[in-house]
């Protein structure tokens, strides 16, 4: 796990804020109760801090889908130029907040990360977006895990962002304790079969990376493996994959088991690949067991811990 305190934006409207246009708020659950003991929240209304107000009118992005504009829907009044004197200023200020993560609010011409609608001058929606201020933030932090509070209802996404936030936090603490050569290589190891379980590809990659030490300037190899490593874990981390590596993970074991303790073992893993039983099962019996055999290298894994157990994030993937 990590340490350091989890710094995460958010569009404030999902902490229950009343800054909607219509003066309401799109308070969610999951991230103020569940999500929220673990993090502090940095809220972010880009409306309301263009100096727009609530309630206002509604908008939407009309003309260029690359580079549209922020209008309102009725008066056809131009945001765009309040909100764009805002972006700079915003975002430099939440540089310096070490952010590891961003959820944002899904379809607002604002906040939305991905299908926002943009419209024709005549008022036809034509094409998909991405709201202005979340469209400059991805630009500036390209490597800071960012979601929609919509997908996260959705187990294997939420799991996969509340991972990625994780593991960016970590390598933020890498980078900002000084890396060393030595540092790097035991980070890229205690994250080996959490890499295994998204992509083997970007691991070997990754591999020969950290292989070159001597070859590239510490601070550049640093950037370029930061770089791969955020890129790996957002490959899909399948079933096939994760039963990959639960059974690599039980070789460096299985000859300390009994016969009738190595056949449970398999079981419970063929169940999880049959789809009888969440992965949570299979790990918690192999957690175990790399407890009480006391497997040194594997219980370093990030793997087996990657975020907190009470968010229960395994539990339904
Ligand atoms: S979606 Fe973004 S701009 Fe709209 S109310 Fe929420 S935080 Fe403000």
């Not at 060393?180 to 691991?203: D, G, M, N, P, V």
Request: hydrophobic share 35%; aromatic share 8%.
């Amino acid at each position: 796990m990590t340490t350091s305190p989890l710094r995460l934006g958010i569009s404030r409207c999902l902490l229950g804020d009343e800054v909607r246009f219509d003066g309401g708020h799109k308070r969610d659950h999951f991230l103020t109760d569940v999500l929220g003991p673990y993090v502090e929240w940095v809220p972010v209304c880009p409306e309301v801090e263009a100096g727009l107000g609530t309630p206002r009118e509604a908008m939407r992005l009309v003309g260029n889908p690359h580079r549209p504009r922020l209008m309102t829907i009725t008066s056809k009044h131009d945001h765009t130029e309040a909100m764009e004197a805002m972006v700079d200023g915003r975002l430099d200020s939440l540089r310096t907040l070490d952010l590891s993560g961003y959820v944002f609010k899904r379809g607002s011409p604002s906040c939305g990360v991905e299908r926002v609608r943009v419209y024709t001058v005549q008022g036809m929606p034509s094409h998909s977006g991405v709201g202005i201020f979340a469209k400059a933030f991805i630009e500036q932090f390209p490597l800071i895990p960012v979601e929609e509070e919509g997908r996260l209802s959705d187990p294997s996404l939420r799991e996969n962002f509340i991972e990625r936030v994780f593991c960016y936090r970590r390598f933020q603490d890498l980078v900002q304790n000084g890396v060393t050569r030595q540092a790097l290589i035991r980070f890229h190891t205690i994250h080996k079969y959490l890499l295994l379980a998204h992509s083997q590809e970007h691991y070997e990659t990754m591999g020969r990376l950290v292989g070159q030490v001597e070859r590239y300037r510490l601070k550049e190899l640093t950037s370029k493996y930061g770089e791969h490593f955020m890129k790996a874990l957002t490959m899909k981390a399948t079933v096939r994959k994760h039963v990959n590596v639960l059974q690599h993970i039980v070789g460096y074991f299985k000859s300390r088991l009994t016969t009738e303790e190595k056949a449970e073992l398999l079981g419970v893993i063929a169940d999880y690949h049959r789809g009888l039983t969440p992965l949570i099962v299979p790990l918690t019996l192999v957690k175990h067991y790399v407890q009480i055999l006391d497997v040194g290298y594997i219980r370093d894994q990030v793997y087996l811990n990657p975020h907190p157990k009470e968010l229960m994030l395994r539990n339904h993937a």
